[in-house]
């Protein structure tokens, strides 16, 4: 959605706040856009969305699996490097970066979100739940052409393309650790009619979590998949529990591997900068102790051997340095494990906290 805005509306460095077009103006926060010259940024994303536009279609048309794999694969990795050019804008160091064109196109990401709602609503489709360039809507006895033909006339309202990605059997919303009233906006978990799992946010999503807990998550979430409804699902649910047990089992055993509870961690900053002794940080500080060089943006995995530790260092150690004369905290990834699981709980909130599973 942000590249094809930034194309749409000639979004870039230099054509934001020209001196040529004052009455061009972005919604709520005025500024204003050149309509006399076409932006880089906007030339540059035009032929990277015409082709990420008819991959998404071969995937739609294609019958090989192989192929339509690859045309999927295609089609995410433009999209990935495209996203990259909105974050850019609002990057202090990026060269072809400017913080007001960073605003202007969240400006009309919520513009169109909001006129998005209001055909949804006229539409007499109840909205669930929406996030910068989604909608989840709900309208009983409803057909997918009718959310394809949604689809098509949010598009043409707000001059954006939007897609309609499949109906969902199930879709579940975790709620927020601090106020379980209100879900997190970016997490969440569903199965389409057609099987496909689809996560966002949760742990078997996370590339920080520990291949254990993962291999845990994920393997909960394939029976859960197998549900078509609210009331199967919560069938399935004491199967969810015995996996549960079975790994905390293999906690308590010390039957897991350092490789399986290791912890990938990008790095915010060169370790002497770290000013708090997260765990990150404390390994960060070991590695560098060890004369190993690292820099921002470079990952390091490190075990979490006893959190509780008067002594800091001996907290986390490095992967790549921890040997058979150390241990892992098996209480900490007990409580990682249980926390995975819990998502997977709608309700009853006093054993699991309030979540809502949604058919």
Not at 95 to 116: D, M, V
Not at 170 to 175: G, I
Not at 341 to 346: D, K
Request: aromatic share 10%; net charge positive; charged share 30%.
């Amino acid at each position: 959605m942000y590249p094809a805005m930034m194309a749409r509306y000639n979004i870039s460095p230099e054509t934001i706040n020209c001196p040529c077009c004052p009455h061009n103006l972005v919604p709520e926060i005025g500024h204003h856009l050149c309509t006399k010259r076409r932006g880089l940024i906007p030339r540059f994303l035009e032929p990277f969305l015409a082709k990420r536009a008819e991959y998404k279609r071969l995937k739609k048309t294609a019958t090989d699996p192989e192929w339509k794999a690859r045309y999927d694969a295609r089609q995410s990795a433009l999209k990935w490097g495209m996203v990259t050019t909105f974050g850019y804008q609002g990057y202090k160091n990026a060269r072809f970066g400017k913080i007001e064109a960073h605003e202007a196109i969240t400006a009309y990401a919520r513009e169109k979100l909001l006129q998005a709602k209001e055909i949804v609503e006229a539409e007499g489709f109840e909205m669930i739940h929406a996030i910068v360039d989604s909608l989840w809507i709900k309208k009983p006895g409803t057909t997918e052409a009718d959310y394809e033909a949604l689809a098509e006339r949010i598009s043409k309202a707000c001059e954006i393309p939007i897609a309609f990605e499949g109906v969902y059997r199930w879709v579940l919303f975790p709620p927020s650790k601090s106020d379980p009233e209100i879900g997190v906006p970016n997490r969440y978990l569903g199965v389409f009619q057609n099987g496909e799992v689809k996560l966002r946010g949760i742990e078997a999503r996370r590339g920080d979590t520990p291949p254990f807990i993962r291999a845990a998550q994920t393997e909960m979430i394939e029976i859960l998949s197998q549900a078509k409804n609210r009331e199967a699902y919560e069938a399935l649910l004491p199967e969810i529990e015995a996996i549960r047990e079975a790994y905390r089992e293999r906690l308590k055993a010390r039957r897991v591997s350092f490789w399986e509870l290791a912890i990938a961690k990008t790095l915010s900053k060169s370790p002497s900068e770290y000013q708090k002794d997260s765990l990150t940080a404390i390994v960060a500080k070991e590695l560098a102790g060890r004369g190993v060089r690292l820099s921002p943006g470079q990952s390091i995995s490190y075990v979490i051997t006893d959190a509780k530790s008067r002594v800091k260092s001996d907290r986390a150690r490095a992967l790549g340095f921890i040997d058979g004369s150390w241990g892992f905290d098996a209480e900490k990834y007990e409580s990682l494990l249980i926390q995975a699981a819990e998502v997977l709980f709608p309700d009853p909130p006093d054993r699991f906290g309030q979540k809502k599973l949604l058919p």
